[in-house]
Nanobody, 121 residues
């Protein structure tokens, strides 16, 4: 059983900062990528940041320069530092990990429960 537990969401004002964290636990052989998605009301869930096992990092244009993703391989955690928040960043933020539970098992996507981030103007 694999679990992803997020923390750190909340209600802030425009220009403020928040830090989201996600801990991956359970039967884990290896983690390929660790990712943050978000889903705003009435919109599709979108990938906003990811870091793969080799360390390569990618950001969506909408958050580039304001958000920073970091990964701790020893602790199986991924964080998202969000600075200069805007009202349009309001969404439910989801942690996602693509991982293997055994050496010969395929990569499977696992999701956290989501954490609400609300940015007031």
């Amino acid at each position: 059983q694999v679990q992803l537990v997020e923390s750190g969401g909340g209600l802030v004002q425009a220009g403020d900062s928040l830090r989201l964290s996600c801990v991956v636990s359970g039967r884990i052989f290896s983690i390929n990528s660790m990712n943050w998605y978000r889903q705003a009301p009435g919109k599709q869930r979108e990938l906003i940041a990811n870091v793969v096992s080799g360390g390569s990092i990618n950001y969506a244009d909408s958050i580039k320069g304001r958000f920073t993703i970091s990964r701790d391989n020893a602790m199986n955690t991924v964080s998202l530092q969000m600075n200069s928040l805007k009202p349009e960043d309001t969404a439910v933020y989801y942690c996602n990990a693509q991982l293997r539970t055994a050496p010969l098992s395929p990569d499977i996507n696992y999701w956290g429960q989501g954490t609400q981030v609300t940015v007031s103007s």
